[in-house]
């Protein structure tokens, strides 16, 4: 890769270019728009007014939040890139003055910018109509939420690099967002597996970000979790960032 730049305005231009792309796939984005109030609808129609459904619905809206970010930044990206690299976009990009960090950065913006939306209307419209506190901690979950965007970002270049056609984008997607559905504690608290595995989900990708937004949300986590959450944080994106420095693929697979 070349130098790792960001120059505002070449990284607006290509994120807007992606955005046009984007919303010419107007059932895609309607449903991704839907999604939000449609979670927050079945949640409400499934809780009624069960015994502890507050914090059953605290724990599920922080819970959508990792949906929201698997899904639209992680799933949705994946084709992106696949697409844009099999119709040479990636390279002709790469060969004018825009870094690889900027191409890689102003594919990923839209996504980024959507989940940010959605989950801003799944934030204040779970809270209002499921009678949820609002998050006790805003900076926390805003905090989280952007690191979870950047390594699911990361994570998806680098998925980029198996996956041959955006048809097959469906099946190498599939084994994170299955470890991170099950093991991040997005809708099972790890606190309840058994102590082996428990610790083994702490070090999945997603884990940290998920800890720290329940921690934004509800400030169920313990203060001593924290620091750790965000370390395993840090480590995954380190470890992404260097991984698609030395394999993300340029160039259609043959």
């Not at 999604?35 to 609808?41: D, E, I, N």
């Not at 698997?70 to 084709?79: E, P, Q």
């Not at 934004?216 to 203060?223: D, E, L, N, P, Y």
Request: hydrophobic share 55%; glycine share 8%; net charge positive.
């Amino acid at each position: 890769m070349n130098t790792p730049t960001l120059n505002p305005g070449r990284l607006t231009a290509l994120g807007r270019s992606e955005l046009t792309l984007l919303v010419r796939n107007r059932a895609a984005l309607s449903v991704a728009l839907l999604m939000p109030l449609l979670m927050v609808f079945v949640l409400r129609s499934t809780l009624g007014g069960a015994q502890g459904a507050q914090a059953v619905a605290e724990a599920t809206l922080t819970g959508g939040i990792g949906m929201v970010l698997l899904l639209v930044v992680y799933m949705n990206l994946v084709s992106s890139y696949v697409a844009r690299r099999e119709e040479l976009v990636l390279k002709r990009l790469r060969t004018g003055e825009a870094s690889d960090l900027e191409i890689l950065a102003g594919t990923a913006l839209p996504s980024a910018a959507l989940a940010v939306g959605q989950i801003a209307v799944l934030a204040v419209a779970g809270a209002a109509a499921l009678d949820v506190p609002m998050p006790r901690n805003p900076l926390l979950l805003v905090s989280a939420v952007l690191a979870g965007i950047v390594l699911l970002a990361g994570m998806s270049a680098l998925t980029s690099t198996v996956t041959r056609t955006v048809e097959s984008a469906g099946l190498t997607t599939l084994p994170l967002f299955l470890l991170t559905a099950l093991g991040s504690g997005l809708f099972v608290p790890l606190d309840t597996l058994p102590e082996l595995a428990a610790s083994v989900c702490e070090l999945l990708p997603l884990s940290g970000v998920m800890t720290l937004v329940r921690a934004g949300w509800s400030g169920g986590a313990q203060v001593h979790d924290l620091p750790g959450a965000a370390l395993t944080t840090l480590a995954w994106v380190m470890i992404t960032v260097f991984a698609v420095q030395k394999w993300f693929r340029w160039e259609p697979r043959r």
